[in-house]
């Protein structure tokens, strides 16, 4: 039987008409919501930059909601945190420099968020705030890691909208600016909506500054190629490297394979904060009110003050073997140091294997090839699906769709096998686990598109 004059009991009695009386302050008193403007005031005195509100039905937010909901089921909206970063930093040809102003910038982003859910919680309010970047939910690797997605979750609280260099890109701050989000359990009484335009100006200087040409002058985007170098030293740069370590038959073989410097940079990472190699797209970008005069009053002047720097810039660039990005550094920068190594990256599934192949194709790589490929997953898991290769893109789709060039039926256990290279496709067809028909030309083709 519960003691009604326990001390705790009486303690919270009495602490809940306070909170009550606290709530009542913050709440809109006809429609008993969240006031907007005074939420948006407690981020502000948090140390937010700016923030925006979204709600959790927000048709920005479709394909997001089921992932957010299954972390926080109570999700009523979402408070986007936005931390501007100082600019001079990131566009620092060190990039000890860059990488501490976005370690700080992670860390003062998440203790935004922290102070702001103390603040909510103590007027009866609850709220989860993951973190800006890491941790995440590593279990789910090589797939979507994260729960909830900062930018999507930014541009649908009008913090600004997709540049492309695929950062979000803030109306006053540009893009130099680390996001943060707050899942809250009450409605508020009003919501910001998306910008009405976009503040990148198309200028493509990322385009330009890019060191493994990973952004397309058309739009497209080697999100491999762009990992594999800027993320040398965490998820499957890592992977790679400690692979590396267990091949090495001797410490001579070892160095063979990764230099000192190499060595000490995952150290560096691993002791005080993941270190990235490039973020040049960030650099460059000239959009935004407080950048963009600087680029229109002179741009002659900001390509030979912010952009040469990084494009002369004498630094080891690292490419998947027979990758887009290897044409790239040897074309356009002959004088950086081209390191091959493996991306780390192994689909666990024939799902995230086909969910992979918009993420390492090769436009480059695809030049005069048109086909179409069907494949048949069998075992594990039963999945047919159609990758259809033309005109230098990529469609995939999760059935067999119009009329195949090449047929392939696969065993999914042998097939993961045989992408992570345990198996020989030789033996897999020998053994009948992988069936071809059609040219087997076309499977080589198919493997030039994707390098991993």
């Given at each position: 039987?519960?003691?009604?004059?326990?001390?705790?009991?009486k303690?919270?009695?009495?602490?809940?008409?306070?909170?009550?009386?606290?709530?009542?302050?913050?709440?809109?008193?006809?429609?008993?919501?969240?006031?907007?403007?005074q939420?948006?005031?407690?981020?502000?005195?948090?140390?937010?930059d700016?923030?925006?509100?979204?709600?959790?039905n927000?048709?920005?937010?479709?394909?997001?909601k089921?992932?957010?909901?299954?972390?926080?089921?109570?999700?009523?909206?979402?408070l986007?945190?936005?931390?501007?970063?100082?600019?001079?930093n990131?566009r620092?040809?060190?990039?000890?420099?860059?990488?501490?102003?976005?370690?700080?910038?992670?860390?003062?982003?998440?203790?935004?968020?922290?102070k702001?859910?103390?603040?909510?919680?103590?007027?009866?309010?609850?709220?989860?705030?993951?973190?800006?970047?890491?941790?995440?939910?590593?279990?789910?690797?090589?797939?979507?890691?994260?729960?909830?997605?900062?930018?999507?979750?930014?541009?649908?609280?009008?913090?600004?909208?997709?540049?492309?260099?695929?950062?979000?890109?803030?109306?006053?701050?540009?893009?130099?600016?680390?996001?943060?989000?707050?899942?809250?359990?009450?409605?508020?009484?009003?919501?910001?909506k998306?910008?009405?335009?976009?503040?990148?100006?198309?200028?493509?200087?990322?385009?330009?500054?890019?060191p493994?040409?990973?952004?397309?002058?058309?739009?497209?985007?080697?999100?491999?190629?762009?990992?594999?170098?800027?993320?040398r030293?965490?998820?499957?740069?890592?992977?790679?490297?400690?692979?590396?370590?267990?091949?090495?038959?001797?410490?001579?073989?070892?160095?063979?394979?990764?230099?000192?410097?190499?060595?000490?940079?995952?150290?560096?990472?691993?002791?005080?904060?993941?270190?990235?190699?490039?973020?040049?797209?960030?650099?460059?970008?000239p959009?935004?009110?407080?950048?963009?005069?600087?680029?229109?009053?002179?741009?002659?002047?900001?390509?030979?003050?912010?952009?040469?720097?990084?494009?002369?810039?004498?630094?080891?660039?690292?490419?998947?073997?027979?990758?887009?990005?290897?044409?790239?550094v040897?074309?356009?920068y002959p004088?950086?140091?081209?390191?091959?190594?493996?991306?780390?990256?192994r689909?666990?599934?024939?799902?995230?294997?086909?969910?992979?192949?918009?993420?390492?194709?090769?436009?480059?790589?695809?030049?005069?090839?048109?086909?179409?490929?069907?494949?048949?997953?069998?075992?594990?898991?039963?999945?047919?699906?159609?990758?259809?290769?033309?005109?230098?893109?990529?469609?995939?789709?999760?059935?067999?769709?119009?009329?195949?060039?090449i047929?392939?039926?696969?065993?999914?256990?042998?097939?993961?096998?045989?992408?992570?290279?345990?198996?020989?496709?030789?033996?897999?067809?020998?053994?009948?686990?992988?069936?071809?028909?059609?040219?087997?030309?076309?499977?080589?083709?198919?493997?030039?598109?994707?390098?991993?």
């Open positions: 039987m519960v003691q009604k004059n326990h001390p705790d009991i303690w919270f009695n009495e602490y809940s008409e306070n909170a009550r009386q606290s709530l009542i302050n913050i709440k809109n008193e006809t429609n008993n919501k969240i006031e907007y403007s939420l948006k005031e407690l981020a502000e005195e948090a140390g937010a700016d923030c925006g509100i979204t709600d959790i927000s048709p920005e937010l479709v394909e997001e089921e992932d957010i909901l299954s972390m926080c089921p109570v999700t009523r909206c979402l986007s945190v936005v931390i501007n970063l100082n600019r001079e990131v620092c040809v060190s990039r000890s420099v860059s990488d501490l102003e976005f370690l700080t910038g992670i860390e003062t982003s998440d203790k935004v968020l922290k702001l859910a103390r603040v909510l919680k103590q007027k009866n309010i609850n709220s989860i705030h993951p973190s800006a970047a890491f941790p995440m939910d590593m279990a789910k690797w090589p797939g979507k890691m994260w729960q909830v997605s900062h930018k999507t979750i930014a541009i649908a609280a009008g913090m600004g909208h997709m540049g492309h260099n695929r950062l979000v890109i803030h109306p006053e701050f540009g893009n130099f600016i680390m996001l943060g989000t707050l899942l809250i359990d009450q409605e508020v009484s009003e919501y910001d998306p910008l009405d335009y976009n503040p990148c100006i198309k200028c493509q200087l990322c385009v330009s500054a890019c493994t040409g990973a952004i397309g002058t058309d739009g497209s985007f080697a999100f491999v190629n762009c990992m594999t170098h800027n993320y030293d965490r998820m499957g740069g890592f992977s790679n490297w400690v692979e590396n370590i267990i091949k090495s038959k001797s410490v001579k073989q070892y160095r063979q394979m990764v230099s000192d410097p190499e060595t000490v940079s995952m150290w560096q990472s691993l002791s005080y904060g993941i270190c990235n190699k490039s973020s040049y797209c960030m650099a460059a970008c959009a935004g009110k407080d950048n963009i005069g600087q680029f229109l009053s002179d741009k002659k002047s900001y390509v030979k003050k912010v952009i040469r720097p990084l494009q002369d810039n004498n630094e080891t660039i690292f490419v998947i073997p027979g990758s887009d990005a290897e044409n790239h040897k074309k356009k004088h950086k140091q081209l390191k091959i190594v493996g991306s780390g990256i689909p666990a599934t024939a799902a995230s294997f086909l969910d992979s192949l918009e993420l390492s194709f090769q436009k480059g790589r695809s030049k005069g090839l048109n086909a179409t490929y069907h494949f048949t997953f069998t075992g594990d898991e039963q999945i047919n699906a159609s990758v259809d290769i033309r005109d230098m893109t990529l469609k995939v789709h999760l059935e067999h769709v119009g009329a195949p060039d047929t392939i039926i696969a065993d999914t256990k042998t097939w993961l096998s045989f992408l992570a290279k345990e198996k020989n496709l030789i033996w897999a067809l020998i053994q009948r686990k992988i069936k071809i028909k059609g040219s087997p030309l076309l499977m080589k083709r198919f493997a030039k598109c994707f390098p991993l």
